[in-house]
């Protein structure tokens, strides 16, 4: 039985999603650099966020938005098997078979505007107005609903800027003023949407914040093993949070005093430190066979693969992601199922003792699928790797001829994702007060169906907060 809840509802609640917000940037290092969340934080609620397994923006944001862990709506990352073909394909909106908190506000009758939130691309008919998100393919996709609304939101902000471009890029100038340029727009569609419509629940997430910590990790942090002191971008990151900051701090003035207020985001960001080429790995230790050898930083693709004589091959991302090839359940698999669980927990106590170039320990975590989720449903990977617990890289690409990089294979990375996002709740009538040590990702969805005065589904696991 779910426990009683406390909090009472409010007129009405916004969202403000920041991506890859680090907790303890937020709550530490530049707390007295940040008035506005830190008043927000102060007059109510505030913890550190457990995050999904994987901790990234896919599934991250649909699973708080569900109250379904990634298992359970089957989506494990931006990309996932569609079956047991040797094909990757991107998971959009149509991939979350559940209801999002908004769909069960517009069930009800409230009024939502949805804003930039990842994995709605293609946009689904709402009670209200929805822009979609990173996933859109270019500006001249019909990524609003109604289809009505791109129109006039070009006229108020221009064409749509959904991500930052190239945001692994040598040309740092460049993409700071990417990275401002799609801030701007998304909070000044924010400030035009909330004062142009009537709304119950308006939720956004703005994206430039994860881009800018993979872009400028390495002159913020003097732990970083790249760190440049008294770099001239040292204060990048330090300056786009005061940024943020204010651009909250402008949308909060088009708020009335009966808006209940959160800032969350879906994970936060560490130090990358390296890169473990997964496959290159693979093919050393005898579970994958390549037909040639292949210049450096080649994508692998199926056509490339020997599958008669592979047993795995495995996926680059913040995390590694293995896959047995099973006989009777991939097209040219070689593992005997007999044999399944014996050589998964090879392929796990090999990894997890892979130290760094030197040999040394990095501390990787691998996991089974039914270690980490109660319910399975899609197809994920037969295991899950967080190389130096996620501040390593997974390398997907071949042809390096060696395990470990210094460097992602995409471009330049200066971070990878951390396993904690935040949360902060500021309520109208301010009740709740306080902190927790720690919330989970579950615990969102509860959260805004209560404060929207709604009912909890009873598949939702999490307990409304605080």
């Known amino acids: 039985m779910r426990e009683p809840s406390f909090l009472s509802p409010a007129r009405r609640l916004a969202v403000i999603g920041l991506d890859c917000a680090e907790?303890?940037?937020?709550?530490?290092?530049?707390?007295?650099?940040?008035?506005?969340?830190?008043?927000?934080?102060?007059?109510?609620?505030?913890?550190?966020?457990?995050?999904?397994?994987?901790?990234?923006?896919?599934?991250?944001?649909?699973?708080?938005?569900?109250?379904?862990?990634?298992?359970?709506?089957?989506?494990?990352?931006?990309?996932?098997?569609?079956?047991?073909?040797?094909d990757h394909v991107t998971t959009d909106s149509h991939a979350v078979g559940a209801p999002r908190v908004w769909d069960l506000a517009s069930q009800a009758g409230k009024r939502v505007i949805v804003l930039s939130v990842p994995q709605t691309y293609p946009p689904k008919k709402v009670n209200g107005e929805l822009v979609s998100c990173l996933l859109t393919p270019t500006s001249d996709s019909d990524y609003t609903y109604p289809a009505s609304l791109k129109e006039e939101l070009e006229r108020v902000a221009g064409p749509y800027l959904m991500?930052?471009?190239?945001?692994?890029?040598?040309?740092?100038?460049?993409?700071?003023?990417?990275?401002y340029a799609v801030g701007r727009q998304r909070f000044e569609q924010a400030r035009y949407l909330?004062?142009?419509?009537?709304?119950?629940?308006?939720?956004?997430?703005?994206?430039?914040?994860?881009?800018?910590?993979?872009?400028?990790?390495?002159?913020?942090?003097?732990a970083h093993p790249k760190h440049e002191p008294d770099h001239p971008l040292a204060g990048a990151i330090p300056d786009y949070y005061r940024f943020l900051?204010?651009?909250?701090?402008?949308?909060?003035?088009?708020?009335?005093?009966?808006?209940?207020?959160?800032?969350?985001?879906?994970?936060?960001?560490?130090?990358?430190l390296g890169g473990v080429c997964i496959n290159e790995w693979l093919q050393r230790e005898g579970y994958l066979a390549l037909k040639d050898r292949y210049p450096a930083?080649?994508?692998?693709?199926?056509?490339?693969?020997?599958?008669?004589?592979?047993?795995?091959?495995?996926?680059?991302?913040?995390?590694?992601?293995?896959?047995?090839?099973?006989?009777?359940r991939e097209p040219k698999g070689v593992v005997d199922p007999a044999a399944y669980e014996v050589v998964r927990g090879e392929l796990k106590a090999k990894?997890?003792?892979?130290?760094?170039?030197?040999?040394?320990?990095?501390?990787?975590?691998?996991?089974?699928?039914?270690?980490?989720?109660?319910?399975?449903?899609?197809?994920?990977?037969?295991?899950?790797?967080?190389?130096?617990?996620l501040r390593w890289r997974s390398i997907g690409t071949v042809g390096w001829g060696a395990i470990h990089r210094s460097e992602n294979d995409t471009g330049p990375d200066d971070?990878?994702?951390?396993?904690?996002?935040?949360?902060?709740?500021?309520?109208?009538?301010?009740?709740?007060?306080?902190?927790?040590?720690?919330?989970?990702?579950?615990?969102?969805?509860?959260?805004?169906?209560?404060?929207?005065?709604?009912?909890?589904p009873a598949h939702m696991r999490g307990r409304v907060l605080p």
């Not at 505030?46 to 359970?72: F, N, Q, Y």
């Not at 590694?320 to 090839?325: D, I, K, P, Y």
């Not at 309520?427 to 169906?449: C, F, N, Q, V, W």
């Open 163 to 179: 991500d930052v471009e190239d945001f692994r890029s040598e040309d740092k100038d460049a993409l700071l003023d990417r990275i």
């Open 351 to 389: 990894l997890e003792a892979l130290g760094d170039e030197d040999g040394r320990p990095i501390d990787t975590r691998v996991m089974r699928p039914e270690d980490v989720f109660e319910t399975i449903r899609g197809i994920p990977p037969d295991l899950f790797v967080y190389f130096g617990d």
């Open 415 to 456: 971070a990878n994702h951390a396993t904690h996002g935040l949360f902060i709740l500021r309520h109208p009538r301010g009740a709740p007060k306080g902190g927790a040590e720690e919330i989970s990702y579950l615990d969102i969805a509860p959260t805004l169906l209560t404060l929207l005065g709604l009912p909890v």
């Open 297 to 328: 930083g080649t994508p692998l693709r199926q056509e490339m693969v020997e599958w008669s004589q592979t047993t795995a091959w495995g996926y680059g991302g913040y995390y590694g992601r293995v896959c047995l090839n099973v006989k009777g």
């Open 245 to 272: 900051d204010k651009q909250i701090a402008e949308l909060l003035a088009c708020l009335d005093d009966e808006t209940a207020v959160i800032i969350c985001s879906d994970h936060g960001a560490q130090a990358m």
């Open 23 to 86: 907790p303890s940037l937020v709550f530490e290092t530049l707390r007295d650099e940040l008035p506005t969340i830190r008043r927000l934080a102060e007059e109510g609620f505030s913890a550190r966020m457990r995050s999904t397994d994987p901790p990234i923006t896919v599934p991250a944001w649909s699973s708080m938005l569900t109250g379904l862990t990634p298992g359970e709506l089957g989506v494990y990352g931006f990309r996932n098997r569609a079956d047991y073909s040797y």
């Open 194 to 222: 909330v004062t142009s419509r009537p709304w119950d629940l308006f939720i956004m997430v703005e994206i430039g914040l994860d881009r800018l910590h993979h872009g400028f990790w390495k002159y913020f942090d003097p």
